[in-house]
């Protein structure tokens, strides 16, 4: 999974479009932790 992340990323810096504070302040979170908000869950199955 993370290989498929790396393209756009290297892509996204080459085009100077990469929003660099965003990606420098990304953070991992747990998955097995996850609990979907349900707001977005609601407007999701709305559009």
Do not use: N, T, Y
């Not at 756009?8 to 908000?37: M, T």
Request: hydrophobic letters at 55%; charged letters at 30%.
């Amino acid at each position: 999974m993370a290989g498929q992340a790396v393209v756009p990323v290297l892509v996204a810096a080459r085009e100077k479009v990469l929003d660099r504070e965003k990606f420098a302040g990304a953070r991992s979170f747990d998955l097995d932790s996850f609990e979907a908000e349900p707001e977005r869950d609601a407007a999701a199955a709305v559009a």
